[in-house]
Nanobody
């Protein structure tokens, strides 16, 4: 079974940084579209960015405006989200997602994209 396990969330002051990790296991396919999303209570899930593990450049949502960076350690099957210049409005539950069949284009960077696998989330609070 595919498992995605996020970690690295926590509380930070505005202007600070956090790095989230998503350790993946159990993939049946060698390449996947992987993404970070976030969600706050009562709001729609918001895409942050995605990366195809076949080697494409990450694609980001305009909302994070260059403050966040997605990277991957393929040796350890880990996806990262480096978040800098954090703002209180970045407070949310952050989720890692993966799907072996998505093209991983701008079109997939949508709150409606139905990724096959999701992690349990890690909470980020910025004050």
């Amino acid at each position: 079974d595919v498992q995605l396990v996020e970690s690295g969330g926590g509380s930070v002051q505005a202007g600070g940084s956090l790095r989230l990790s998503c350790v993946a296991s159990g993939f049946a396919y060698s390449t996947n579209c992987m993404a970070w999303f976030r969600q706050t209570a009562g709001k729609e899930r918001e895409p942050i960015g995605l990366l195809h593990t076949g080697g494409d450049t990450p694609i980001y949502s305009d909302s994070i405006a260059g403050r966040f960076t997605i990277s991957a350690d393929y040796t350890n099957d880990t996806l990262f989200l480096q978040m800098n210049s954090l703002k209180p409005e970045d407070s949310a539950m952050y989720y890692c997602a993966a799907d072996p069949f998505l093209v991983c284009s701008d079109y997939d960077l949508s709150p409606l994209t139905n990724f096959a696998y999701w992690g349990q989330g890690t909470q980020v609070t910025v004050s």
